[in-house]
């Protein structure tokens, strides 16, 4: 895919985002979060940002080929690179959640009780990392298994919001493993470039194959 | 030179519809190609297969004499299409589908508005180009939808029921400009229920009926084609010709309520 088609479909795709009515349950999500915040015994006060992130772009990370209704039908019509395409999918999801993150992380934090530590900070950023390439592997697979091709709100997401807790719980555990046993970030970082590397090289081949395969494709008139 | 050469289509719906049934077609370059059929006759799954939006249980599809597969990009830059339910961007504007359709065929960004501009003036579409698509009337959704499948200049054009829904003005436009486009080489495949426009529009015409092709042939001739395969009637029209050959003569046509 060539750099202003992948520019493109990043930029498309970061437009819908922000014009999407859906992003209005944000708005529920933060007030939860701020509530939490306020929560003594949270710990970092990181946690609720990460679970309203989380939580309210999980459809950006588990339906990147529906992003809008019949998306995946109308760019099978056109020569679109799926390798391209999903990498450009991918990475517009990298900078949904990063863009969610900072605004989640200005509104939760100016109402926890004490403002964050630099090491708390550090920790988070590590964190993400940890977590942010196995998702969108996790999601990707889940885009071609359970497609969700048409409203912006689906009764699906309810159990998909579900699931995204769960994978967000195990996509943690080596976090928890390499920081919070072994306190090495060396390790932990190892590990989030590993994750990044299989995204690259398993992942997006295997969803680009996976996007135009007669198992994928819209189910319109059968 | 084929545009499309389509050899023992068969396709069966996970219900257990035979959609097409051993469906074997050629399509010349440079033609304007009618393609008529009943309501769920084949049309749409055919044209759907020729899209990569489906793929046939058997069979095979070239398109310009090179075999299609559907990971093939090269074949969908050469396509251009106008599906039955159209599928664009609804909450784009007319102006940035376009752009965005435009952008993935390669355009450069200022021939892209250039003839973008044209197109919206062609079709009537200037002052609602800054309008999202899903405040369009179905006929405004079929135009911006063949905008966006002529914006390339493509070499072969597939159009599904375009004049469905659209007025009479441009309709008229539509179909000088799909004869301008076939005068120019490229190729058109056009379906539609309105059996007289296709007869005074293309240049040659198939008819199919239960997935297949019961009968292809130039329109010029068409009329001897369909009285050698029925015997010595004759058909005064396309219409009559079509009813004819796809009607059910076993079956009782009548509304028993109405004849009380």
């Known amino acids: 895919m060539t750099q202003p088609v992948l520019r493109t479909v990043v930029s498309w795709e970061l437009r819908y985002f922000f014009r999407n009515p859906r992003q209005i349950l944000l708005l529920p999500l933060v007030l939860g979060g701020i509530l939490l915040a306020m929560w003594p015994h949270i710990g970092s006060p990181f946690v609720p940002v990460f679970l309203v992130v989380f939580l309210g772009t999980e459809r950006e990370f588990n339906n990147i ?7 995946h039908e109308a ?4 020569p679109v690179q799926w390798r391209g395409a999903v990498v450009a999918k991918n990475l517009a999801t990298i900078l949904m959640t990063l863009l969610v993150t900072m605004g989640g992380s200005i509104i939760i934090l100016y109402f926890a009780p004490e403002p964050p530590s630099a090491e708390q900070t550090l920790l988070a950023l590590l964190y993400l990392l940890s977590v942010l390439f196995p998702l969108i592997a996790a999601g990707n697979a889940r885009s071609t298994h359970s497609p969700r091709p048409g409203r912006m709100v689906d009764i699906d997401d309810l159990p998909e919001a579900v699931i995204s807790l769960v994978l967000l719980g195990v996509a943690s555990i080596p976090f928890a493993v390499f920081w919070g046993v072994l306190r090495s970030p060396a390790l932990t970082l ?15 081949p295997r969803t680009a194959e996976a996007a135009t395969s007669s198992t994928t494709l819209p189910r319109i008139m059968q | 030179m084929k545009a499309i050469e389509l050899g023992s289509l068969i396709k069966t719906y996970e219900t257990g519809r035979r959609a097409l049934d051993g469906l074997t077609m050629a399509v010349p370059a440079g033609s304007l190609f009618g393609f008529i059929g009943l309501n769920g006759a084949g049309k749409t799954t055919t044209i759907r297969i020729l899209a990569g939006l489906l793929s046939a249980d058997s069979g095979s599809v070239r ?19 106008v599906l039955d339910r159209p ?5 784009m504007t007319g102006r940035e589908y376009l752009g965005f359709v435009g952008r993935l065929y390669g355009i450069e960004p200022r021939e ?3 003839r973008s501009e044209e197109l919206f003036e062609f079709l009537d579409l200037e002052s609602q180009a800054d309008d999202t698509i899903d405040s369009y009337s179905t006929g405004m959704g079929k135009k911006i939808s063949l905008a966006a499948a002529i914006v390339h200049r493509p070499r072969l054009i597939v159009l599904d029921e375009p004049l469905e829904g659209i007025d009479a003005l441009s309709a008229a436009a539509i179909k000088e400009t799909l004869s301008r486009i076939t005068a120019s080489g490229s190729t058109v495949l056009i379906t539609s229920h309105v059996l007289d426009t296709i007869e005074k529009l293309c240049t040659e015409i198939a008819l199919i009926h239960r997935g297949k092709v019961l009968l292809q ?20 029209s396309l219409e009559e010709l079509f009813l004819d050959l796809v009607s059910d003569r076993q079956k009782t046509r009548h509304l028993s309520f109405l004849e009380t």
């Open chain 2, 63 to 81: 398109l310009f004499e090179r075999d299609v597969a559907r990971r093939d990009r090269w074949h969908k830059g050469q396509l251009g299409f």
């Open chain 2, 87 to 91: 599928v664009y961007f609804p909450w």
């Open chain 1, 75 to 78: 760019m099978l019509i056109l």
């Open chain 2, 112 to 114: 892209l508005d250039r």
């Open chain 2, 217 to 236: 042939s130039t329109t010029a001739t068409i009329h001897e084609q369909a009285e050698a395969l029925v015997g010595d009637r004759q058909f005064s």
């Open chain 1, 65 to 71: 080929l529906n992003r809008w209704p019949s998306q």
């Open chain 1, 190 to 204: 190892l590990y989030s470039t590993a994750a990044a590397v299989y995204w690259l090289l398993v992942s997006v």
